[in-house]
């Protein structure tokens, strides 16, 4: 199994910035391949966004989704067995609960149905 534990949320105004932290552990984090952001907005239907993933073996950054290219990066600190959301340009759409998730596949990284854990998700709200 594999535990995610996502901190870093808050409230920020519209073109602040905010960095993500989701640290990962578990018996089986040797099988993971990928780790993403997904995020939900408020008020939406139960389906997360996919935000941005991440090579979980060499850090090599996977994709992105067009939403917030140039805007987020995402990093993993090796020792720390922990992935970074860098966020800048915030924008009051940016609002949501961002969560983590892992995969044990390289393929369709941005389809939710590909990941086999998730983390409980912290709340980023972007006031205008």
């Known amino acids: 199994q594999v535990q995610l534990v996502e901190s870093g949320g808050g409230l920020v105004q519209a073109g602040g910035s905010l960095t993500l932290s989701c640290e990962a552990s578990?018996?089986?984090?040797?099988?993971?391949?990928?780790l993403a952001w997904f995020r939900q907005p408020p008020g939406a239907a139960p389906s997360r966004e996919f935000v941005a993933a991440v090579n979980w073996r060499d850090g090599v950054e996977l994709s992105y989704s067009d939403s917030v290219k140039g805007r987020f990066t995402i990093s993993k600190d090796n020792a720390k067995n922990t992935v970074y959301l860098q966020m800048t340009s915030l924008k009051p759409d940016d609002t949501a609960v961002y969560s983590c998730?892992?995969?044990?596949?390289?393929?369709?990284?941005?389809?939710?149905?590909?990941?086999?854990?998730w983390g409980r998700g912290t709340q980023v709200t972007v006031s205008s």
């Open positions: 578990g018996r089986t984090l040797s099988r993971t391949a990928v």
């Open positions: 998730a892992a995969a044990s596949t390289l393929l369709r990284v941005q389809r939710r149905e590909m990941y086999n854990y």
